[in-house]
């Protein structure tokens, strides 16, 4: 929501709040959407290194779990 509405300092410090707790977790349906959001987001701050890497570990989340990412996908809320 944050990252919809110009606010993308405050979109990853949530994000990665949340990657923290996923990590904790360790479920790909967890882990899948911090690391694709914050792919998402750096792709936004033209951070393409960060958005390589982060597309990169969604990519692999899904592949170790024999997972469709485009089950996975959560798409934000917008006006």
């Known amino acids: 929501i ?3 509405n110009g606010r993308p300092e405050l979109a ?5 709040e949340a990657l923290d707790v996923a990590r904790e977790t360790g479920e ?3 882990l899948f ?3 694709d ?3 998402t987001l750096n792709l936004d701050l033209d951070n393409l290194a960060e958005a390589e890497r982060y597309f990169s570990l969604a990519q692999g989340i899904c592949a170790q ?3 469709d990412p485009e089950v996975l996908v959560v798409l934000p809320f917008l006006d």
Do not use: E
Not at 12 to 16: I, K, P, R, S
């Open 65 to 67: 779990h024999g997972l």
């Open 33 to 35: 959407p911090c690391y």
């Open 37 to 39: 959001g914050l792919a």
């Open 28 to 30: 790909p349906q967890l």
């Open 12 to 16: 990853v410090g949530l994000f990665h």
């Open 2 to 4: 944050h990252q919809c």
